[in-house]
């Protein structure tokens, strides 16, 4: 029996090693993906498994919304734009488009827009309200932003109906509950700080 166990655990090592091998490959070359476009803000492959984030444009405006495979490969640059800094990719749940803030390179009005997987399809969804950290909601109609001031937004995603402003103190990092219908939200109460749950579509914050 101590024979066998011998064997059995020296067979679970090798497995072991093999599978460590393997992500260690894809690690380097995810690296490799990364120090050849400079990127940071990277977010989770939706359903169609590519991840997007902010890498290094060719332009003076120094940073393009780029995807590229879950393993490092295939890197595109998908806004490839001269005159505007990009940054926030947020992949809509259903994989077909991207959300991100952006803002002129020499500085200026800041905006909200959405585009297809592929770049295409660019629609401005608001402006000048310092547009950041969009997040999408689960049916992937509605899309909740932090403003100046860390104020909170809701648009649609096709742009209809305008922006309607949710919060005017300082809150972050909106997350959508599973149903669409609330947001939970950190927000500062004197040198606390808590976590809040907001209807999306009116009524109070629930502490």
């Known amino acids: 029996m101590n024979i066998v166990r011998s064997a059995d655990t020296g067979r679970l090592n090798r497995v072991q090693l093999a599978a460590l091998a393997i992500a260690v490959t894809l690690f380097v070359q995810v690296l490799v993906a990364v120090a050849a476009t400079g990127t940071a803000e990277a977010v989770d492959p939706p359903q169609n498994g590519r ?3 902010t890498g290094r444009s060719s ?4 940073a393009d919304i780029w995807t590229m495979a879950p393993d490092g490969s295939d890197p595109k640059n998908l806004t490839d734009s001269a005159d505007r800094l990009e940054f926030d990719p947020a992949w809509s749940p ?9 803002e002129p390179a020499g500085g200026g009005t800041s905006g909200l827009g959405v585009m297809d997987a592929d770049g295409a399809g660019f629609l401005q969804l608001s402006s000048g309200r310092g547009e950041a950290n969009p997040a999408w909601s689960p049916d992937s109609q509605w899309i909740v932003f932090e403003g100046t001031g860390g104020a909170l937004f809701r648009v649609r995603a096709d742009g209809v109906g305008g922006v309607a402003q949710l919060t005017f103190g300082a809150t972050a990092t909106p997350d959508w509950s599973p149903d669409g219908l609330r947001i939970a939200v950190s927000h ?18 629930i502490e």
Do not use: H, Y
């Not at 332009?59 to 120094?62: K, R, S």
């Not at 259903?94 to 952006?102: L, Q, V």
């Not at 500062?188 to 914050?205: R, Y």
């Open 59 to 62: 332009g003076p405006a120094g």
């Open 188 to 205: 500062d109460v004197g040198p606390t700080q808590v976590i809040q749950s907001l209807d999306v579509f009116g009524g109070d914050a």
């Open 94 to 102: 259903d994989g077909t488009r991207i959300a991100f803030g952006f």
């Open 51 to 53: 991840i997007a984030f």
